[in-house]
């Protein structure tokens, strides 16, 4: 039997994730905080993919045992850390229990869940570790910003470690059309359109394509890169 875990499942590209990769493998673990999370995993139950949804919090060690426990010793094929929080503010307005938190939850939990199951990957799993293409930078998000920066050099330096037996490469989303998209106001939303030369938004079911494609065995030859999904506005 072949285990799929994905954290940040609720809702979102997490839930976009969760709902590739039913076709994937045999038992999925859904990991988040959120209540949503019991309605993504109904609705992937649907499909016939058994679902096994665990509602923590993975910056405590309670959470992370709690995942573990749910695989039953089984081994993981999949990872996809995809948990993650924003709370943005320019650096003079930066607290440090903002800045604390987006690094324990965008940085710290892949880091602790990977150290975690390390020994319980089966031959040629594949982890997806999500970051941003904010990794590069983003005006007001100097947390955020560090914390996918951070999570681009886990991955580089997991590729190598990991090698042979499994292969670990992260995801750059740019701009996806998400609640937290939509949340932005309308006339900075189509600005920020309008210099994607694809003049769109992605899609999460887009991203999920993506990321099933690097967790499963198609890309075994594919370690320790960032691929960047925004449309053609990838490096400026």
Known sequence: M????????????????AQRLAAEVDRLVLVDLAPELADTAVE??????????????????????????????????????????TRDARLVNMTEADFAAVLAVNLGAPHRLIQALSGRFDQGAGIVNIASRAYLGNFGQFNYSMSKGGIVGLTRALAIELAPRVHVNAVAPGLIATEMAMGIPD??????IEAIPMKRMGEPSEVAELVAFLASARSSYITGHVHVIGGGRSLT
């Open 187 to 192: 006339d900075i939303r189509a600005r920020m």
């Open 2 to 17: 072949t285990v799929g875990i994905v954290t940040g499942a609720a809702r979102g590209i997490g839930a976009a994730i």
């Open 44 to 85: 992937i139950s649907a499909t016939g993919t058994e679902v096994s949804p665990v509602q923590v919090d993975l910056t405590n060690d309670d959470g992370i045992a709690a995942v573990a426990a749910a695989l039953h010793d089984e081994p993981i094929g999949m990872l996809v850390n995809n948990a993650g929080i």
